[in-house]
């Protein structure tokens, strides 16, 4: 019976060795990638784009950390109404999503409608119109700016059919705000990257966005 008891009580620490192995094993890449994600988005951008503070220029960066270009700082945000998550934040409908770390900046409608128009945050020149809602992104309009800087414009209820390379200015519509694709209420995502690799919008945006236009039914 001691013997035996003798036997459980190890067993079970041994169990609890691999178990607990296991669950390093098994956890610890997760853990890893899930940091890596939220701390690295931010620290790759400001090595690719940061504001000079005597400049007041936002500088963009090589791979090898020299200036190739530098633009001006905007209040161009592409729509109206108010900041509903920021770049970079982990909300729980993420993680229950199986999303990693916010890849852009949220503008939601004060009144929760549709139909806010969409303007290019800087100028740029199309690169695509995706009309059909089957992305993440849902209608998107996806434009290509100086240095390697690209932005795209998500969950547009419809956007503007505007032929690729065509040159777009903030103030010009490219689309409305909707809710297609993976999205939970009418707001505009928008990402800005570098070579690809999304940089905090309020890199290049400074203040906030005005208030809504859409005004709400009184019937
Ligand atoms: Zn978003």
């Known amino acids: 019976m001691t013997i035996l008891l003798w036997l459980i009580k190890n067993t079970k620490t041994e169990i609890k060795i691999v ?105 740029g020149t199309v690169l695509f119109v995706d009309q059909v809602d089957d992305s993440a992104c849902g209608i998107n309009v996806k434009l290509q700016h100086d240095f390697n800087i690209t ?10 059919n505007i032929a690729p390379t065509t040159e777009v200015h903030p103030g010009d519509i490219i689309g409305y705000m909707g809710s297609t694709g993976a999205s939970t209420g009418p707001h505009l995502h928008l990402t800005t990257a570098v070579y690809g690799i999304p940089i905090n919008p309020r890199t290049f945006l400074v203040g906030e966005p005005e208030g809504s236009t859409v005004v709400v039914p009184t019937f």
């Open 151 to 160: 932005s795209t414009y998500c969950h547009l209820s419809s956007a503007v």
């Open 19 to 123: 178990l607990a192995t296991l669950a390093v094993l098994i956890f610890l890449p997760i853990v890893s990638v899930v940091v890596v994600a939220s701390s690295g988005v931010q620290l790759v951008g400001d090595a690719l784009a940061a504001l000079n503070p005597i400049t007041h220029l936002v500088e963009i960066f090589d791979t090898e950390g020299n200036v190739i270009g530098e633009v001006e700082l905007t209040t161009n945000w592409p729509t109206r109404g108010y900041i509903s998550d920021e770049f970079g934040s982990e909300q729980q409908f993420r993680l229950d999503w199986g999303l990693g770390a916010h890849t852009g900046i949220d503008i939601a409608n004060q009144n929760g409608l549709i139909g806010e128009p969409v303007t290019p945050f800087m100028t």
